[in-house]
């Protein structure tokens, strides 16, 4: 049965559902590479320790998570760290590196006991990846073609990496995504690569000019749990914490909650266990409402609704005329009882950027929903939109909604 997991990463059954979303991703990694986006705490590291730690097709699949890096050389040093570390392509790496006698003497000569972290250091220290990575980031392109077994690299935080190394040293960023692109669809590369990120990668290179280096990658979006697969969960969490569930309080969490993005409701079941303990009593639809006011728009949740304000100011693809409308249009809509229509949002939109009506600035008011659907602010019905989470709109009234 699955526990509940909270902020850190759910494996093996802790990770519940998205069965289709796994299949998926496997069944594109067949001919394609693939980026998964969704905010943060969707579980994209999740889906990908799934793959990970199950891996379909023969797939050797390595992990790394780059959200750190800022250097196209950190890169490439973290990359063949993992590949030595990875025994199967450590046999592979001293073939090639023969050649190049100084860093195959130092292939050779280490010690098999050397942990990853002090791997990197002498990579760092002892080599010349760190002034040379381009020519390194060749010979791993060989490296992989070389491979029989297939390497699924799996890249997580991959958007942040790229936006970090972009606000340092412009050609290095072009020169990473150009390489990286040429490894994926080197032609005899049975290699796959999942990446993925919090950020929006293809409106970040898009508006860097570089959005042809990733166009060859599928893009999957993750989505939450479905309404069955909520349901489903908060039942057997109820049963794995010996907790009886009435069908009046399943509804009211799946009602208070909205879109059942997994985080949001791991968060509100472990409240409400925790206020039951406390309390010493059953679990009622009032209850479940008192913990949703009181514990879920605060606390441990607060850094992930801070994420999606932060993110319009910091990430440059929203303009300084988007994102003050963004904020205006989500003010409104955080408020709004009901959906709200395109042209009322429209008319926000010009007033917030001083602009006339025209086919011009309809263009890229459609163009601002268009980004605000896919960083999962919004959704979009019949010429009306709303929040797409009820738990982020109530904390955005709470917080922004006097504007
Ligand atoms: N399939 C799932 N099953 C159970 N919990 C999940 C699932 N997906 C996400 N979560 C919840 O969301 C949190 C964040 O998951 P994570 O994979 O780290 O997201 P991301 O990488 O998108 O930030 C987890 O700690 C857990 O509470
Ligand atoms: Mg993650």
Not at 55 to 71: A, G, L, M, T
Not at 128 to 153: A, N, S
Not at 278 to 302: A, M, R, Y
Request: with cysteine; charged share 25%; glycine share 6%.
């Amino acid at each position: 049965m699955p526990e509940l997991v909270i902020g850190t990463v759910p494996r093996g059954e802790d990770y519940f559902g998205q069965e289709d979303l796994i299949d998926n991703i496997w069944a594109h990694l067949k001919k394609d590479n693939v980026l998964l986006v969704a905010p943060r705490r969707f579980g994209k590291t999740g889906a990908m320790y799934k793959l990970l730690d199950y891996p379909r097709d023969q797939f050797i699949p390595i992990y790394i998570d780059v959200e750190y890096i800022n250097s196209a050389a950190e890169f490439i040093i973290e990359l063949i760290a993992k590949l030595i570390k990875q025994g199967h392509f450590m046999r592979l790496a001293k073939e090639i590196w023969t050649e190049t006698k100084k860093f195959g003497k130092f292939l050779r000569n280490l010690p098999s006991s050397i942990d990853f972290g002090g791997l990197k250091v002498e990579l760092r220290e002892k080599t010349d990846v760190q002034k040379k990575w381009l020519d390194y980031g060749e010979q791993i392109k060989l490296l992989l073609t070389k491979e029989r077994k297939p390497l699924l690299l799996i890249i997580d935080e991959f958007p942040i990496m790229v936006n970090n190394i972009l606000n340092k040293d412009y050609e290095e960023a072009k020169q990473l995504l150009h390489w990286f692109r040429s490894l994926r669809t080197a032609p005899d590369t049975k290699a796959r690569f999942l990446v993925g990120g919090s950020i929006n990668l293809v409106s970040t290179l898009d508006y860097k000019g570089l959005v042809d280096t990733i166009n060859d990658i599928h893009i999957i979006k993750l989505s939450p749990f479905s309404e069955k697969t909520a349901k489903k969960y908060i039942e057997e969490i109820f049963s794995a914490n010996g907790i009886e569930l009435t069908e009046d309080v399943k509804k009211t969490v799946s009602e208070t909650i909205g879109e059942p993005i997994p985080y949001f409701l791991a968060v509100l079941l472990s409240a409400i266990f925790d206020k039951v303990r406390v309390l010493q009593c059953d679990v009622t639809p009032q209850i479940v409402k008192e913990v949703f006011d009181e514990d879920l728009l605060g606390g441990s949740t607060s850094a992930v609704f801070l994420h999606y304000r932060s993110r319009i100011d910091q990430y440059p693809y929203y303009s300084d005329c988007e994102g003050r409308s963004a904020k205006d249009i989500l003010g409104i809509l955080s408020r709004a009882e009901e959906a709200v229509k395109r042209d009322t949002l429209y008319q926000v939109y010009l007033k917030t950027c001083n602009l006339a009506p025209g086919t011009q600035s309809r263009e890229n008011f459609m163009h601002l929903m268009n980004k605000l659907g896919n960083d999962f602010y919004i959704t979009s019905g019949d010429s009306t939109y709303s929040f797409f989470s009820r738990v982020l709109k109530i904390w955005w009234k709470t917080h922004y909604g006097w504007k």
